[in-house]
């Protein structure tokens, strides 16, 4: 089992829908990121997490630490929304893992007009 | 535009062969990642300098070697490559030394192909 996992893997939406998009994880963390790849390959940065809420235009990302789970929302989507959307994790300290940010496998976010 | 810039943008090798990478970190910044972009593997973490001294490793392998130049740029050194080397590799640069605790700003990727 992956350290990391998002649901779903693929969405579909029309243009105007309010989408959601899961990142569980099974370690202890200090952060969370979300990030965006473009069809053509660039990633940027979204949101750094570590508890609670952001916002930041159209984008609201969450993060509930005892859950283990955080959700990255689209209000009112836009064909240019699609894209491929990763979420990643920064184990706390003291585990095998620590000091290397491990990432979900992405979901693939396509918002038709 | 991210002020991470890396170069080449694209790489067509053949297996056995060595390349190297490099990677300029956004002006300010001292940390420096290294991660690799495979269509079976996805993301997956490399190293990660700051200011010159490595201060984590990942699934690294030993044909790989990666360092970080007092100007701070990066090379990352890959060889007797193989097929399954093909892949993107993204260098990433951030202010601080905490690693994943930073916001990470992303270079546009460098695309290997191995035949």
């Known amino acids: 089992k992956n350290e990391v996992e998002q649901s779903p893997q693929n969405l579909t939406a029309q243009e105007g829908e309010f989408i959601t998009i899961n990142c569980s994880y099974s370690?202890?963390?200090?952060?969370l990121h979300w990030l965006q790849q473009h069809p053509g390959g660039g990633i940027v940065s979204l949101f750094m997490?570590?508890?609670g809420k952001k916002k930041h235009g159209r984008l609201i990302a969450t993060i509930n630490i005892q859950e283990k789970h955080s959700s990255l929302h689209i209000t009112a989507s836009h064909p240019r929304d699609s894209a491929v959307y990763i979420c990643?994790?920064?184990?706390?300290?003291?585990?095998?893992?620590?000091?290397?940010?491990?990432f979900g496998q992405g979901t693939i976010l396509t918002v038709h007009p | 535009d991210s002020g991470v810039t890396q170069t080449p943008k694209h790489l067509i090798t053949a297996t056995g062969q060595r390349v190297t990478l490099r990677c300029s970190p956004r002006?300010?910044?001292?940390?420096v990642y290294w991660y690799q972009q495979s269509l079976d593997q996805g993301l997956q973490f490399l190293i990660h300098?700051?200011?010159?001294?490595?201060?984590a490793k990942g699934n690294i392998l030993e044909r790989f070697s990666a360092q970080q130049f007092p100007d701070l740029h990066s090379e990352l050194n890959l060889s007797s490559l193989e097929l399954g080397d093909s892949a993107l590799y993204f260098c990433?640069?951030?202010?601080?030394?905490?690693?994943?605790?930073?916001?990470?700003?992303f270079g546009p990727g460098t695309r290997l192909t191995v035949l």
């Open positions: 990433a640069s951030s202010v601080g030394s905490s690693g994943g605790g930073d916001t990470q700003y």
């Open positions: 370690v202890g963390i200090s952060a």
């Open positions: 997490l570590s508890s």
């Open positions: 990643a994790v920064f184990p706390l300290a003291g585990g095998t893992s620590y000091g290397k940010l491990t």
């Open positions: 002006s300010g910044d001292l940390s």
């Open positions: 300098y700051y200011n010159g001294e490595e201060r």
